[in-house]
């Protein structure tokens, strides 16, 4: 969905049945959509349609991206995983990493510094994911 403040909703883009969460690469003009077990990257400029997508392990809620870095991360709490993807210049994402966390993680922030942080809200920590 593209949103004109002045105008309201300008077009309507199909993601998943249940989406999670959303991420936006503004430079490049992809939004990252969170479905319930995967990931999907839709080209704003070439009218929403889908440029690729990951598997991310059931249960991805929050998502986050880096910009700079063009990494996007995904965090599963079923799965006990948080996928990590780069994301080329066609909006086409490739899996990195995967890294195990706790059943129940979800949520992920990252840093500019490729620090990720994911929260496990049934241990009531926050866990913390370095780079290598």
Known sequence: MAI???KRVVCTWCSC????GVAVDSKHGFVFV???DHVIVLDTVHD???AGSIPAGEG???IDYDEDSRALYAAAAEAAQLTIA???ENGSPSVRAIVPTTRGGRSVVVC??????VIDPLGG???KIQPE
């Not at 049945?17 to 999670?20: E, F, G, L, N, V």
């Not at 500019?112 to 942080?117: K, L, M, R």
Request: glycine letters at 8%.
């Open 60 to 62: 991805v809620d929050n």
């Open 4 to 6: 004109d403040v002045r």
């Open 86 to 88: 780069h994301v080329d």
């Open 112 to 117: 500019p510094n490729g620090c990720a942080y």
């Open 125 to 127: 920590r926050i866990l």
């Open 17 to 20: 049945h249940d989406p999670s």
């Open 48 to 50: 929403g349609r889908v």
């Open 34 to 36: 969170a479905c319930s």
